[in-house]
């Protein structure tokens, strides 16, 4: 059984790696497909040949890293790795929470310090060659400490409760563990842009004027009441634009990136936001948690299941089970279940931006969303004719064509 376990993890990270090789071989043959009439006008000629320039430097770099990343992960499975670190963290404790919590904890670290060459080539050499990277070195390395800081406060919180519901309950975890993270994400969405956001960015009301007037205006008529409506400083980091919808309740705010603002027309960032207001008219938010929250109780139970076997531990090399080598090892057997319900949460998050859409052109009109969406597009470089398979499986929006059509229709 141990070691049908073990090569059962060889075996589906191969194929994984295989299979998102292939979808992004696929997508990349349509890089150079011509734009079809409906998205004419959205590049000049050189503006194509920039982005298909994009990319194709994304789609190597992808490529490059995956392989990195495979092949790491393989020497270090096949030299024993996992029972050094192992190790390393029962030396730390012998208490169950503090052995899971230093083995996660040196994974983690050691993992971002592997990936951190990447992330600076990323943002400071593909990023910066396109006009994209506005981020500085300070600013670089501030993000990954209050990142590493936030992974290691909250994420050890929740692992180290989960590793307590065990230890108390043994495979009933899954409920409690599951009543835990369910909680935390609803807590999480809530008080994101209050809590969270202002770690990294910083925002401030939209001022008076003709902006806020029009946002004021347009939210009065389809009766939304919005306390907070944000102006957030994107271009710190990054040329690119966004908007998004978060909380609920009391708690509900518009954040309008800096950059969105700068790029687009009164009545295009209306549009945008009446987009926004369609995924709270629609209860998207709520129906995205409870749908997570299913995932979330799949996932525990299974995993549940599958602690009834020493091996699933062991499969990794460590010589001692344990709940937290357990964990590494079903996180790598989910994937192909995680791959189907990704796959279908992709399917409903598309049909929910269809929603949104729809509520946005009856509501306002189409004409100014579509304008907007398209120097949206523009201005990021996207990718205007990705292969429909890999828009199933890695897109959680329809494609700009298909969203332009649903609209004229």
Request: aromatic content about 14%; hydrophobic content about 45%.
């Amino acid at each position: 059984m141990n070691q049908f376990f073990f090569f059962g993890i060889i075996a589906i990270l191969i194929i994984q790696y295989l299979w998102n090789s292939y979808l992004d071989i696929r997508n990349a043959k349509h890089f150079s497909d011509p734009i079809p009439a409906d998205l004419d006008g959205i590049y000049q000629e050189e503006e194509y040949q920039k982005s298909q320039a994009y990319k194709k430097t994304n789609f190597r770099f992808a490529r490059y890293t995956d392989s990195f990343g495979l092949l790491c992960l393989l020497v270090f499975l096949l030299l024993g790795g996992f029972e050094y670190v192992d190790q390393l963290a029962r030396s730390i404790s012998d208490n169950p929470i503090w052995t899971g919590l230093a083995f996660f904890m040196i994974l983690m670290l050691a993992n971002d310090f592997l990936q951190l060459p990447f992330s600076y080539y990323r943002t400071f050499v593909i990023e910066e060659k396109f006009g994209f990277n506005k981020t500085t070195l300070p600013t670089f390395v501030l993000d990954k400490i209050k990142s590493w800081i936030l992974m290691l406060v909250l994420g050890g919180i929740l692992l180290g409760a989960i590793i307590w519901f065990y230890n108390q309950s043994g495979t009933n975890f899954w409920w409690q563990a599951w009543l835990l993270i369910s909680g935390f994400s609803i807590l999480a969405n809530m008080f994101y842009s209050s809590w969270i956001v202002p770690l990294f960015n910083k925002q401030t009301p939209i001022e008076e004027g003709p902006l806020k007037e029009a946002i004021t205006n347009y939210a009065k008529s389809v009766g939304f009441s919005v306390q907070k409506i944000m102006l957030i400083d994107g271009s710190k980091r990054s040329s690119k634009a966004n908007a998004y919808f978060s909380g609920f309740g009391s708690q509900k705010q518009v954040t309008l990136y800096d950059t969105l603002v700068q790029n687009l027309e009164i009545e295009e960032i209306v549009a945008v936001l009446a987009h926004e207001i369609g995924h709270y008219k629609h209860h998207h938010i709520i129906y995205n948690l409870v749908l997570g929250s299913l995932q979330t109780a799949l996932s525990l139970y299974v995993l549940s299941l599958l602690l009834q076997f020493p091996q699933l531990s062991t499969a990794i090399g460590v010589q001692q089970p344990s709940f937290h080598a357990a964990l590494v090892t079903f996180s790598i057997l989910y994937v192909p279940l995680s791959a189907l319900t990704g796959l279908l949460m992709g399917s409903l998050s598309r049909s929910m931006e269809y929603q949104a859409d729809a509520y946005a052109k009856n509501t306002y009109a189409a004409a100014p969303l579509i304008n907007a969406l398209k120097k949206l597009s523009k201005n990021s470089l996207s990718n205007l004719t990705p292969d429909h398979l890999y828009v199933k499986m890695h897109y959680s929006h329809p494609t700009l064509l298909q969203r332009i059509r649903k609209m004229k229709r």
